[in-house]
């Protein structure tokens, strides 16, 4: 997947509606159910699912504007989701970079081979919230408020069908991922469908990293 | 242990010690008087109005949540057992008031009853001890138990094996149960997971809480609130491996002191002396030769120790009877307060303050 260099203010970057997004290739990305087997020693309970998986692929297009990255992620789900009963889960999404050359995405990592995530949660009345997130292994992530390394979304529901843009510095400094015009990553995404109380490693996911290529 | 990205959960679950609690069924009163001291202490803050970590329901009844034994958790052998969550009405909703002002200002008391309302100003259909004081059986034998419940700082506790996080682990010096608020992801799986529903997840922070035992009184030489407080003087303190104290020869002993539920698999450690009940009459009011609160009702919440612990009961109270002194009705008549806490008994008034 390549993120085309564009002209565009960072809140340009946010919008799902900017003229950029209809000019370039979307990919559409599977997504299946977690093995949650290899979940045994985290949660024996979370081990136990087998009904996960509900939400199949995700359409992906990516952008940059030389200091920003943006990714616009959407899928279709049949009602939208937030915490608004104890019982209830959100809707989420995330995508996933490797810290490290040999960082699995399946596991999110491990020890010395970390990962960096964005991670966007809906919420009600339309307050969604974000998270940086870094993890070394499954049952390790942390999650880091979003200020701390620029990232920032937007989303909306729109006739059975969530977009979302998530835009984040492509230096932040510190620890934080880095990115860099002409190079290339790995990205993976996740998804959870919030009706089918999908959270944690109970999800749909890309499984392994594919490119994302920066233009230079 | 707290949590170590690479340690394994076994270190979450290890403790050297174990504090417990024993409860003496034949005392409490329902006054409540340990929900408020909990209520009062810790679960004031947002997003925590549902939340009782200490409560005391009516058995046979709803409890609370409501339905929570039917709701799963625990184990069934080595496998945890998959259950559901409760829904913040299952707790009795948010913060509920009366109509005080319709009945007391407006003047309308010769039509209007004095009733609960819920947030939208309507009566609601569920509350907190809604079925206060129903209990169950026949007349002429109808019968209930109070029952007081917390955390049970489970020796074997589903909701540390269940937190993908590694959230939740026991203290190691001494066995008390709590979540990382830094670690914590709001997933629910400890919700899930414990069979007591002991664990409530705030919606305002996104994250589980439950009962810490009172650790910062703990950690002073002060025993919970809820077991201080007590006005019933039915609560013992202490180490489960302390020989001198109460909650030792209770349950090691004198093995009167039962836990709750002990088919769900988890060695709680809150644990309960069974409540004795007057004899039951024949439809003519004859006294018949068995206890008004079946034995069947009993097992089914303490287990298949329950006739040994009220026989003991009964002899060491025909004992005293007699005339002669018996250390366990000693020990449960609790003469002495300090003599309950297993040493934990510091005074909260007088704890020295924190620089
Ligand atoms: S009672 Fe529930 S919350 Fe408390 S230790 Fe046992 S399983 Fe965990
Ligand atoms: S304070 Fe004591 S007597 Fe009162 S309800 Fe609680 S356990 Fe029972």
Known sequence: MKARRVRASEEDLLSPDSSFWSGGKTEFVALSPVPLAMTQEVSPLMAKRTDHGAVSSVEVAAVHNGSHLALRLEWETSTSNAIDDLDRFADAAAVMFPMHPEAAAVTMGSEGRPVNAWYWRAGSAGRATCFDVVAEGLGTSVRRDARQTSLTTRSAYVQGRWHITLVRALETGGDAMRFEAGATTGIAFSVWDGANAERAAHKSASMSFSELELEA | MTYAPAGSKATLRESRRQLATVIDLNKCMACQTCTVACKGLWTRHPGAEHMRFANVTYEPGAGYPRQWSLMGGGYQGREMRS???????????????????????????????????????????????????????????????????????????????????????????????????????????????????????????????????????????????????????????GYLDDTTCGVHKLVKQWHVALPLHPEYGTSPNVYYVPPLSPLAFDADGNLLDQMRIPNEFLISLFGPRVPRALATLQEEMAKQKAGESSELIELLVGRVWADRFGGFTKDPAHRPRDA
């Open chain 2, 83 to 237: 259950g559901r969550l409760p829904t913040l009405s299952d707790y009795g909703g948010g913060p509920r008031t009366y109509n005080h002002e319709a009945v007391t200002r407006r003047g309308e008391s010769q039509r209007v009853h004095l009733q609960l309302l819920d947030e939208h100003g309507e009566t609601p259909s569920w509350s907190y001890n809604w079925d206060e004081e129903v209990g169950g059986g026949q007349w002429p034998n109808p019968y209930y138990v109070h029952l007081p419940r917390k955390c049970n700082h489970c020796s074997r506790p589903p909701c540390v094996d269940a937190c993908p996080k590694g959230a939740i682990y026991k203290r190691e010096a001494d066995g008390i149960v709590l979540i990382d608020q830094d670690r914590c992801s709001g997933h629910r799986f400890c919700v899930e997971a414990c069979p007591y529903k002991a664990i409530y997840f705030n919606p305002v922070a996104g994250k589980s809480e439950k009962c810490i035992e009172c650790f910062p009184r703990v950690d002073e030489g002060i025993a919970p609130a809820c077991s201080r407080q007590c006005v019933g003087r039915t609560r013992h303190y």
